[in-house]
């Protein structure tokens, strides 16, 4: 079993509060949008289908749903809708992958760049650190919801590659074309997510010096908030100590 994340629990715990606040609709309903580009139909589209999954799971009114699929396949007019990767390294030399989705590209890159710039960080070329990471089904499971026993019964069972303890939770991952398998299997064993997407998984987590925490940890913070960003991925592994000191 994969060891804890920090980084992992404070995206989850963010998360939540996007979610009260309806920036999580936001994010959700540009992800319908383009997914729906694809085709209309949850059905034959898994990308779709996991994105109406996480729509739903924050009570998004089906009615939004509706209408962001529309907007998607050309049934309704709207802006747009653009997917971006950045690219880039924090304080301490870290990867940060940014995925982004906009309607206004050059307004992205150039808010983009500043935010790396100003907080102790640099965009990067593309590909510059994507090869460092691995594109994975990541599910997450509250702990109340199932024991260590199950998740690891489940995961062989689901052909999942690994249960990664998470603090408060249990992330199942597995490859990408499982995703979709993973999930059906979840809702048949009646054992609720918190999230699940197609994440960027790094192959081999670093630490840094503690001195970079703060930095690191108020980049990827900024990132988050950025009303364009879908999703921060970093290979950044902080310690205990580290976090305790943060947190003070």
Do not use: C
């Amino acid at each position: 079993m994969s060891g804890h994340s920090k980084w992992a629990t404070i995206k989850h715990k963010k998360a939540a509060l996007d979610a009260k606040r309806g920036k999580a609709f936001t994010r959700l309903i540009k992800e319908i949008v383009i997914a729906a580009r694809g085709g209309g139909d949850p059905d034959s589209n898994a990308r779709l289908r996991t994105a109406i999954a996480a729509a739903k799971a924050v009570s998004m009114p089906s009615d939004n749903i509706k209408r962001a699929i529309m907007r998607g396949t050309g049934e309704l007019e709207g802006g747009q809708i653009e997917e971006i990767m950045f690219e880039g390294y924090g304080p301490g030399g870290a990867a940060i992958l940014v995925s982004a989705a906009t309607d206004n590209r050059n307004r992205t890159v150039s808010e983009m760049r500043h935010l790396f710039s100003k907080n102790g960080g640099n965009l990067g070329e593309l590909g510059s650190v994507a090869w460092m990471f691995d594109r994975k089904s990541h599910v997450v499971i509250e702990k109340e919801h199932a024991s260590e026993e199950r998740m690891m019964d489940f995961a062989l069972e689901a052909g999942a590659d690994d249960v990664k303890d998470e603090g408060d939770s249990w992330a199942i991952l597995a490859a990408p074309e499982l995703h979709a398998h993973i999930l059906e299997a979840l809702e048949k064993a009646k054992i609720p997510t918190v999230s699940a997407e197609i994440a960027m998984i790094p192959k081999t987590p670093m630490e840094i010096d503690s001195k970079h925490v703060s930095g690191m940890m108020r980049l990827l913070e900024v990132l988050e908030e950025h009303d364009d960003v879908q999703n921060v991925y970093t290979n950044v592994e902080f310690t205990e100590e580290q976090m305790a000191a943060a947190e003070k």
